[in-house]
T-cell receptor, first 115, second 110 residues
Framework: DTGVSQDPRHKITKRGQNVTFRCDPI?????LYWYRQTLGQGPEFLTY????????KSRLLSDRFSAERPKGSFSTLEIQRTEQGDSAMYLC?????????????FGEGSWLTVV | GQSLEQPSEVTAVEGAIVQINCTYQ??????LSWYQQHDGGAPTFLSY????GLEETGRFSSFLSRSDSYGYLLLQELQMKDSASYFC???????????FGAGTRLAVHP
């Protein structure tokens, strides 16, 4: 059984650099989500896709953040001109859009440290 | 907007029962979910309530009162491995998108 996988698991970057994270959802899942989590807090919703369409973006997602899901399978989250405040764990999750039941499956996350 | 409140920390001993409360304010509501997260791990699904009442899954139960905008997670026969953070989450728009609370850190002691 392949769950949600994320790569890289850890990234240390200098302020001002660009970083990209990749997420491979569970294969039959058509919904894919990105969340951000900082220590001691719950996951904060960033954006989600239904197949390849990006249906919603949080106000947390500044212009420096862009997410894509070009073929409705894997997704990438790019952060341009990173800032120290971007240091967090970036979680990807996937689900079916069949409605009732609300089980979202999370990956192990990609830890970002901006120095 | 949405807001969820849950206690930041709870401590209990092995074998005991603990209840973690969650109150919410949301512009729309489709259900209340509970997730468990061990340090360094992924949040994992525990339970979901869309209707009032109690849902039981093994040692874990979850309760929802929509009229009171309140729910709780009940953990019975606590084990050391239950030490983790527990998050309540609401679905304000449709069944899948989740908005999480800040989490309750549960410490189980021998």
């Amino acid at each position: 059984d392949t769950g949600v996988s994320q790569d890289p698991r850890h990234k240390i970057t200098k302020r001002g650099q660009n970083v990209t994270f990749r997420c491979d959802p569970i294969s039959e899942h058509n919904r894919l989500y990105w969340y951000r989590q900082t220590l001691g807090q719950g996951p904060e919703f960033l954006t989600y896709f239904q197949n390849e369409a990006q249906l919603e973006k949080s106000r947390l997602l500044s212009d420096r953040f862009s997410a894509e899901r070009p073929k409705g399978s894997f997704s990438t989250l790019e952060i341009q001109r990173t800032e120290q405040g971007d240091s967090a764990m970036y979680l990807c999750a996937s689900s079916l859009s069949s409605g009732f039941g609300n089980t979202i499956y999370f990956g192990e996350g990609s830890w970002l440290t901006v120095v | 907007g949405q807001s969820l409140e849950q206690p930041s920390e709870v401590t209990a001993v092995e074998g005991a029962i603990v209840q973690i409360n969650c109150t919410y304010q949301t512009s729309g509501f489709y259900g209340l979910s509970w997730y468990q997260q061990h340090d360094g791990g992924a949040p994992t699904f525990l339970s979901y309530n869309a209707l009032d009442g109690l849902e039981e899954t093994g040692r874990f139960s979850s309760f929802l009162s929509r009229s009171d905008s309140y729910g709780y997670l009940l953990l019975q026969e606590l084990q050391m491995k239950d030490s983790a953070s527990y998050f309540c989450a609401v679905s304000p728009q449709g069944y899948n998108k989740l908005i999480f609370g800040a989490g309750t850190r549960l410490a189980v002691h021998p």
